[in-house]
């Protein structure tokens, strides 16, 4: 689909959707399709239970004597509440109506809202980022779809007054939309063809964009002493991998610590040993979406030259049960030097985190680090799959998580840490044990990751319920979400990027 940015001007062909506000308050195109309809939006309003709130849509099929094949007249509710979120959802709802009638042109009219807080220009781009997110479907094992099983909108344009200021704004939303596209690509894809090394080849690419990427084989992690991830690909034919990235988008003069983003990057997880059942066990591709959103945040961070050093390190393995896989009960050791038994095989990623979290603060002094996991189904029990689970030792980079969490429609709810949770991890025979028993488990997961961060200020979004969706939401298609992209982005650009 081909977006473009352009005046106002009536279109003679396909759809076009124009504005009504709470109470059926027609915007300025929609005022001017109704007059050269002779009347058409009006009557259509008339018969109908549309009030203009932000979650509505109206179809008007062959318009009076407008030259189109349909009006779509979109909900924006109280301008008061109109915000960068809603116009995303505008966009999304638009372009998926569009898709679902065989529509193969869309024009959008973005009239200024009177009492709105958001911009037409800026409207527009975030309407055109809601319509590229929606877009999206990752459909290239299917073979047999008949021509109106795939989507039709060709093309959409986005009409403002001021198109250049629109195609400005979308710019970095774009760049933004590469990394979530990219992600969702790498988490839909299969275990077969998504594994440790073709996704360390796959963030090789970010090398296009100035990223600086090193890939740490099996031989050079062992040498390093990753006991804790390199035992739980040990069962796998696939050799794990380390992937560093870095991105300097500071001047060489400005010598500062970078934020860094570490990533759980199972890219398929049986549980080893401890097997899974079989039911449902094929959804656990996705157990690399915390890998898949650092590879998408560097993309975008790069793709719109941020200014700002980061760092995104990712470990990837295969978790397989074998005659060579770590059995219940085995002791490893950590590349901190901690002893680690391993009561549970299906417990694996923080064994995975454990040795990229003291890999990262030991190499690069970070000012910060914050690991992205699919880690535990605890998460899911307590959040569902509305809001991450957020866990960290430091209360300033919590709060900035959560407010950003916010702004970027990305829920994140604070969870405990504390002592009487950490001896629950405590192990008889090495320094900790892997799990903590039945109950609290998503806490004592994370109460296992503090003891590899070395008072360094860190959070850990623990995002198993929000990697992957079941159904389709306003911007996020079913499937792969991209999810902690956006937080991670909007992070370094608001707190983290120099001005």
Do not use: C
């Not at 009638?101 to 527009?124: H, N, R, Y």
């Not at 030991?362 to 000012?367: D, I, L, S, T, V």
């Not at 609290?440 to 860190?458: D, E, H, K």
């Amino acid at each position: 689909m081909k977006i473009q940015f352009a005046k106002h001007e009536m279109p003679t062909a396909g759809a076009l959707a124009v504005a009504v506000a709470d109470e059926r308050k027609l915007a300025a195109s929609a005022t001017l399709a109704d007059r050269l309809s002779k009347g058409a939006v009006g009557r259509a309003l008339a018969v109908s239970r549309f009030k203009g709130r932000v979650d509505e849509l109206l179809q008007i099929l062959a318009p009076g004597e407008l030259k189109l094949d349909r009006v779509l007249l979109y909900g924006v509710g109280a301008p008061a509440t109109l915000d960068p979120l809603v116009a995303e959802a505008i966009g999304g709802r638009l372009v998926a109506h569009a898709n679902g009638v065989g529509e193969t042109s869309l024009s959008i009219a973005i009239d200024p809202i009177s009492g709105s807080k958001v911009g037409a220009a800026e409207f527009a781009a975030r309407v055109a980022q809601g319509a590229r997110l929606r877009s999206y479907r990752f459909d290239k094992y299917r073979t047999k779809e008949k021509p109106e099983q795939k989507p039709s909108v060709k093309k959409l344009t986005i009409m403002v007054e001021d198109p250049a200021a629109a195609k400005r704004a979308y710019e970095p939303l774009e760049r933004l939309a590469d990394g979530i596209v990219f992600t969702r690509d790498l988490v839909a894809e299969p275990a077969n063809v998504i594994y440790p090394e073709s996704l360390a080849a796959a963030a090789k690419q970010l090398a296009r964009l100035g990223v600086e990427v090193e890939v740490l084989g099996e031989a050079q992690m062992k040498k390093l002493g990753m006991g804790a991830l390199l035992g739980v690909g040990q069962g796998s034919e696939r050799d794990s991998r380390l992937v560093v990235m870095q991105w300097n988008g500071l001047p060489a003069s400005r010598k500062k610590p970078p934020v860094a983003f570490i990533g759980k990057g199972v890219t398929f997880d049986t549980g080893g040993i401890s097997i899974k059942p079989a039911a449902g066990m094929e959804e656990m591709k996705w157990d690399m979406g915390g890998a898949g959103a650092v590879i998408g945040a560097m993309k975008a961070l790069a793709g719109r030259k941020a200014k700002a050093n980061v760092v995104g390190v990712v470990g990837l393995v295969e978790n397989m049960p074998s005659g060579t896989a770590q059995r219940p009960g085995d002791v490893v050791r950590s590349m901190s030097g901690q002893t680690i038994e391993v009561i549970n095989t299906d417990a694996e990623g923080r064994l995975v985190l454990a040795d990229a979290l003291w890999y990262t603060q030991q190499r690069f002094k970070p000012q910060l680090m914050i690991d992205l996991a699919t880690l535990t189904g605890a998460i899911m029990v307590a959040l569902g799959q509305v809001q991450a689970g957020l866990f960290s030792n430091n209360d300033q980079l919590a709060e900035r998580l959560l407010g950003v969490g916010r702004a970027e429609g990305e829920l994140l709810w604070r969870m405990p840490l504390g002592d009487a949770y950490d001896k629950l991890i405590n192990s008889d025979i090495a320094d900790v044990k892997n799990v903590g028993g039945r109950y609290g488990g998503s806490i004592t997961a994370a109460q296992f990751l503090q003891r590899f961060v070395n008072n360094t200020p860190w959070a850990h979004l623990d995002i198993a319920g929000m990697a992957w969706s079941d159904k389709d939401a306003p911007t996020v298609p079913k499937g792969a979400t991209g999810y902690g992209i956006r937080i991670l982005n909007r992070l370094v650009a608001q707190h983290y990027e120099e001005r």
